[in-house]
């Protein structure tokens, strides 16, 4: 079948379920919701281009519409009738249009858009990653794709029953979440996962409920089943309990802009977790400067900027004074009050330098600066990728896969974890399978923690230019 007519048969069975869509579509609601509030978190210019990608009866067009101001707005989808739905709800802030779109081939669209974003629709390109990466093609410098669709077990528990019957299911094949990525340049980000899961009365409800969003079991080119074997299918459904599972997987990707600026930013997974010792030793592997946005807490201890001069070895032009220096142990946004001071972190700007440079933030990634900005908003707008600092121990884990996911959730690239203290290979193993991540180095318990150990601990790092490349390739 070609693809004209692939797109055909897809966009009438879509359209014969049009009206009845919305009554069928839970999951696809709540899927569409989740993805708006990501995209909300998104550091969008005002007024954006926005081009949404098999816009449905317009799930996430409104939950967009609601959450955002005004915008530029393309809507599209291949249904000429699923379009009209969702032109019939609230008038979306701003300029918008509706196009009848294949959204795999999308020929003929000018490009430059801040935002590309689709729910629960990129499942039906023939070639997931390659489709993705034409979309991609189509954003301006620093925009974002961002898409919600299904990932490999989903519909594991409508497998399991016609397994055990001795049956395979002609279900559609979905990629692993982790596999999932556009096939484009060097885009910055990646996939974040979740399992929702829903119950039917029974398997016919299940079925009745695909039927009325306009989705099939069998996969192309596979016969449905006939009717005993069906419903022997359903029978053995039923008795697991009539559940099935959405694996739901979240790609938030960003197409860098050429700021001129070169380095990493090192966050942490909570305080004290040893981001200034990392920074030493990263500003020493990498010949690198070293900035300090936020500093707090000097009423008790020097600042980081000193102690890492010592420990790299950092000559005064390679040292840049913090944005702000507030004395109380707080985090930036309670201690500013205590000294009758503000903090702007909109008015932070990185230090003009030739040389690559070391960020380190203050805190984790959800330490607030100001009355509205969190250090990963920080993180975001400087557009650098991360290197996440972690201890080695007892809970690391779940402390480091959720700061990953955070990450990932705001389109942030990651170039690695730091893990400090006794080693574990077992720890280390969980997060860079769990995490789809590298670490780059392991520090040890130290005797000392001083210049020659930091010399030492450098020269076990990867150059940068090796790091950053690596971003492109699978952890």
């Known amino acids: 079948m070609n693809r004209a007519s692939r797109n055909t048969r897809i966009g009438e069975r879509f359209g014969a379920a049009a009206d009845q869509y919305d009554a069928n579509a839970p999951a696809q609601r709540i899927t569409a ?57 609230p008038a979306l802030p701003g300029r918008a249009r509706y196009q009848v779109l294949d959204g795999e081939h999308p020929d003929g669209l000018p490009g430059g858009y801040d935002l590309i974003c689709s729910s629960l629709a990129v499942q039906w390109f023939t070639e997931l990653n390659a489709g993705l990466g034409r979309l991609a093609a189509l954003l301006a410098p620093g925009g974002h794709l961002a ?30 979440a982790h596999a999932i990525r556009p096939a484009s340049g060097n885009l910055a980000g990646g996939v974040h996962s979740e399992r929702l899961i829903q119950q039917h009365p029974d398997g016919l409800h299940f079925l009745q409920a695909l039927k009325g969003i306009g ?10 089943l006939g009717a005993a074997a069906l419903r022997r299918v359903l029978a053995q459904f039923n008795q697991q309990g009539a ?27 909570d305080t004290g977790i040893g981001k200034t010792l ?16 936020v500093q707090t807490g000097v009423a008790e201890e020097p600042g980081d900027t000193d102690t ?41 700007v990185p230090p003009r330098t030739d040389a690559p440079l070391i960020i380190e933030g203050a805190g984790g990634l959800y330490v607030p600066i100001d009355d509205s900005h969190m250090m990963i908003d920080l993180i975001a707008r400087l557009g650098l990728p991360v290197v996440l600092a972690a201890r080695s121990g007892l809970g ?19 170039l690695g974890v730091v893990m400090s203290g006794p080693l574990s290979a077992g720890n280390r193993e969980a ?36 790091c950053l490349a690596a971003l492109d390739g699978p952890a």
Not at 243 to 269: C, E, I, Q, R
Not at 278 to 293: E, F
Not at 317 to 326: D, F, G, I, S, T
Request: aromatic share 6%; with cysteine.
């Open 243 to 269: 559940t099935v599972t959405y694996h739901l997987a979240y790609g938030m990707w960003k197409n860098p802009t050429d700021s001129g600026l070169k380095g990493v930013f090192v966050t942490g997974t």
């Open 33 to 89: 919701e989740r993805l708006a509030d990501d995209i909300l978190r998104l550091p969008l210019p005002p007024n954006p281009r926005i081009l949404e990608i098999g816009c449905g009866t317009g799930l996430l067009t409104q939950a967009l519409g609601a959450r955002l101001g005004p915008a530029d707005w393309t809507i599209t989808d291949i249904s000429p009738a699923m379009l009209a739905r969702a032109q019939q709800g």
């Open 278 to 293: 990392v920074s030493a030793i990263l500003a020493r592997a990498w010949n690198a400067d070293y900035w300090k946005p």
């Open 396 to 414: 690391t884990i779940n402390h480091t896969l959720l700061s990953l996911e955070a990450l990932r959730r705001r389109a942030i690239p990651v």
């Open 215 to 224: 989705a099939t079991t069998p996969a192309p080119g596979r016969a449905p």
């Open 147 to 176: 898409v919600a669709t299904l990932a490999a077990d989903t519909f594991a528990e409508w497998r399991a029953a016609h397994r055990a019957i001795g049956l395979a299911a002609a279900t559609p094949h979905y990629p692993a």
């Open 431 to 466: 997060i860079e399978r769990f995490g789809n991540v590298r670490v780059l180095a392991e520090i040890p318990p130290l005797d000392r923690v001083d210049a020659a150990a930091v010399e030492a601990l450098a020269r076990t790092i990867a150059p940068l230019d090796e």
């Open 308 to 348: 890492v001069a010592r420990l790299a070895q950092l000559p005064p032009e390679r040292q840049h004074l913090p944005a702000y220096v507030l004395q109380a142990p707080l985090s930036p946004w309670a201690a500013a009050p205590l000294e009758d001071a503000e903090i702007d972190a909109t008015a932070i």
